[in-house]
């Protein structure tokens, strides 16, 4: 049972759960990097093994969404993102497992490898690719294609939101702190005094921070920005835990009233360079480093940037004899065998630009 759950026995009646996730996830020592950067203590979080077939942060939240889409009695799901979305990605291949057919609504965005890589991983997973360009936003065309979908065909496909972040889709990164509460009482790691992670759509950092504050651990969550508002604000980190809060009390009034902790939450914005997924010297840095170091691979879009503020507080000073965890939210599962098989020409049309264009300059 989920540690979620085992605390707060209602949940499990009131919330759907499908079992996708290989947890918990491991925790392991970065020391080499640890030493060299002065940080007391540092240790990874390591969600990239969350599932078998493909790991990262969205798998925890789609334990409950794509539960909830069965719940709902839907054969079909949507979601949106951009073209090398790890969230529409990870909804393909585990509404599959579910007996889900995905359609996925995919926006343009910068090139790079793992934009190639996941956009052929989606199509040899049998997702319903769709490019979309326009000026209205992609989550509004795809309200608007659902709309259509049901008036044309009958189908009503469930909506999951951008990178699964609903207050159901957060419940995930609420477990994954009790989780690390357990492993903490377990002496796999000391509580740590700070956490470093990306925020995308804020389901991650908001999730730990909710449940941080019902473990009553007093670790602070560095949210280190790797998009523009309105993805990631202070007004949507309140309004999130608000609505989380909301609904897990509504669920199970056991569950704390918790009151957003200013003092333990900061929004970093130092990092994103020039937007969404443009990669930035310090975060192609930073993912050089740690493979160098510890031999772990990250990314310029999410983790590279969120381990390159880890590591300018680490220069700053602020580290030192601290424990510190880093939320490693980036899949490690290789994806090379189900996409040797698959030509980028099976693509539909407008993703063949992302092979024949070459990817960003930092990459090259
Ligand atoms: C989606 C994603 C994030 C951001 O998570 P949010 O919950 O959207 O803030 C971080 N890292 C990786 C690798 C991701 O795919």
């Not at 989780?179 to 790691?189: F, I, K, W």
């Not at 280190?224 to 909301?246: D, I, M, N, Q, Y």
């Not at 918790?258 to 443009?278: C, H, M, N, S, V």
Request: glycine share 10%; hydrophobic share 45%.
């Amino acid at each position: 049972m989920i540690p979620l759950f085992r605390a707060y026995p209602a949940l499990q009646e009131r919330l759907p759960y499908a079992p996708l996730a290989s947890l918990p996830t491991p925790v392991r020592a970065w020391d080499a990097l640890g030493s060299e950067v002065g940080a007391g203590r540092l240790y990874a979080k390591c969600d990239g093994e969350s599932g078998a077939d493909y790991g990262g942060n969205k798998v925890r939240k789609l334990a409950f969404l794509l539960a909830a889409a069965r719940a709902r009695g839907a054969r079909e799901v949507i979601t949106f993102g951009a073209a090398g979305s790890n969230h529409a990605l990870a909804t393909a291949i585990y509404a599959r497992k579910l007996g889900l057919a995905p359609i996925l609504m995919l926006a343009p965005q910068p090139n790079a490898e793992n934009v190639r890589r996941n956009l052929l991983r989606g199509y040899a997973a049998g997702a319903d690719l769709r490019h979309f360009q326009g000026r209205r936003a992609v989550s509004r065309a795809t309200v608007d294609e659902v709309l259509r979908l049901h008036r044309e065909t009958g189908r009503r496909p469930y909506i999951i939101p951008a990178g699964g972040s609903s207050p159901l889709g957060t419940a995930g990164f609420v477990n994954a702190a009790l989780e690390l509460r357990d492993q903490v009482a377990a002496g796999v790691l000391p509580a740590p005094d700070v956490i470093y992670v990306a925020s995308g759509t804020m389901g991650t950092c908001i999730g730990l921070l909710v449940g941080l504050a019902a473990a009553g651990l007093e670790t602070r969550v560095e949210a280190v920005r790797v998009t523009v508002a309105p993805f990631t604000s202070p007004e949507k980190a309140r309004h999130l835990f608000a609505r989380t809060v909301g609904l897990l009390r509504r669920a199970d009034p056991g569950f704390p009233d918790l009151a957003f902790p200013e003092t333990r939450f900061a929004i970093r914005d130092e990092f994103l360079g020039a937007g969404y997924a443009r990669y930035t010297e310090a975060g192609v840095a930073a993912v050089d480093r740690i493979k160098a170091r510890e031999g772990v691979v990250l990314e310029g879009t999410y983790t590279g940037k969120a381990l390159a503020g880890l590591l300018a507080d680490a220069v700053a000073g602020t580290l030192e004899g601290r424990t510190v965890l880093f939320w490693n939210t980036y899949n490690a599962r290789p994806l090379a065998p189900a996409i040797q098989s698959v030509d980028y020409d099976q693509l539909p049309a407008p993703f063949h630009r992302y092979f024949v264009e070459p990817v960003q300059a930092l990459e090259r």
